[in-house]
Nanobody
């Protein structure tokens, strides 16, 4: 069964750093694009970053580029999101998602989410 599980969320002060992990099971990262999205209550879901499981092509939203870094470890079936210089506006539930067509477009598989709260 295809499954994505996020971990690493928590409470962090403004300016702090946090690393999120997404572990996949039921499929191999090779051939997929894995993305990170976030959603704050009352706001629409927002794309954060994504990485191709084979080519290493990556993309970032304008709001996080220069602060966040996405990476992967196929041997561990994991994708990571290193978040630096966190701001209160980064507070959200963060989800990882899998695009089996590897076109950075249609994400068919989603994790349960992990909460990141940036608060002093």
């Amino acid at each position: 069964q295809v499954q994505l599980v996020e971990s690493g969320g928590g409470l962090v002060p403004p300016g702090g750093s946090l690393r999120l992990s997404c572990t996949a099971s039921g499929f191999l990262l090779d051939g997929y694009v894995i993305g990170w999205f976030r959603q704050d209550p009352g706001k629409p879901r927002e794309f954060v970053a994504a990485i191709n499981g084979r080519s290493d092509e990556s993309r970032y939203s304008d709001s996080v580029k220069g602060r966040f870094t996405i990476s992967r470890d196929n041997a561990r079936s994991s994708v990571y999101l290193e978040m630096n210089d966190l701001k209160p506006e980064d507070t959200a539930v963060y989800y990882c998602a899998g695009d089996p067509r590897a076109n950075f477009e249609y994400y068919d598989y989603w994790g349960q989410g992990t909460l990141v709260a940036v608060f002093a």
